[in-house]
């Protein structure tokens, strides 16, 4: 095996990525920063200035490139993009992304939302910072389009009513979860058409419930958005935060290539 790798031809970071995703060997093990509002810091700016201008967005992105020397990159780490284009208000902070203070669904009844275009809230300034960055970057680097997933998506749109929901009104979850993975998918194509290498389905919010309500509610809807990216042409990565141990093996099962975590599971 060691004499193997070391004829393994060197890769391109872009390369080195995709193979991993496809289960083929690698000359080293890929490195993928999340990086998010983060990379403001990097070039001096707050979240807010961040987030908001694609100029900012482009040339944070670059240089985190520049310092971490990595396989790939997201093109921005913000999982309310989706809510705030669907009406719900934001609050901003300095540091961190902006949180979801005010639920669409509170005002509007879910039959009322219609799928955001790519003239909505802040679409706009992401996908034009994919097209700039892929066309900057894409050839070395596997570009990340980030989603929020259809759980936390319907969390931003509901609100923690949705866990009573699970018990009382089943049928309105599967409902909000319907529309949610729609919005999710169609993000993603967008960012398809614009070049992205990889999805990331960011859903952090699996990790908060049991796994009877993961095999009923989430993997479903998981499972065909997960299923549509691939029809892309392109890689689907789930990532979840928090301690997702319980519900990691169902993960596994929606027909992901991969799953990004974070220190909350022992390995």
């Not at 928090?242 to 099962?253: A, H, I, M, S, Y």
Request: hydrophobic letters at 40%.
């Amino acid at each position: 095996m060691t004499e193997q790798k070391n004829n393994i031809t060197a890769m391109t970071g872009k390369e080195r990525v995709l193979r991993a995703l496809s289960f083929q060997e690698t000359d080293r093990i890929p490195w993928v920063p999340y990086a998010g509002v983060q990379t403001a810091n990097l070039i001096g700016l707050t979240a807010e200035e961040y987030l908001k201008d694609p100029d900012n967005l482009v040339a944070g992105i670059a240089k985190a490139a520049e310092l971490y020397h990595p396989d790939g990159l997201p093109v921005c780490f913000d999982i309310q993009i989706e809510a705030e284009a669907l009406g719900c208000k934001v609050k901003w902070a300095e540091k961190n992304p902006p949180s979801v203070h005010h639920h669409i669904l509170d005002d509007v009844a879910l039959e009322d939302l219609v799928l955001p275009t790519e003239k909505d809230g802040r679409y706009p300034v992401v996908l034009e910072a994919a097209e700039r960055i892929v066309s900057a970057l894409g050839d070395q680097l596997a570009i990340y389009g980030l989603v929020c997933g259809p759980f936390t998506l319907a969390l931003h749109l509901q609100g923690t009513g949705i866990f009573a929901d699970m018990n009382r009104s089943p049928e309105k979850v599967d409902a909000l979860m319907a529309f949610t993975s729609k919005v999710s998918m169609d993000l993603a194509r967008m960012y398809k058409e614009r070049g992205v290498d990889v999805i990331a389905v960011v859903d952090p919010m699996v990790s908060q419930i049991s796994p009877r309500f993961f095999k009923k509610f989430i993997t479903p809807h998981m499972t065909r958005v997960n299923d549509y990216v691939k029809t892309l042409g392109v890689k689907v990565v789930t990532f979840v935060c928090g301690d997702v141990t319980k519900n990691f093996e169902l993960l596994c099962q929606t027909n992901t290539d991969g799953i990004a975590f974070d220190e909350n599971v022992d390995l």
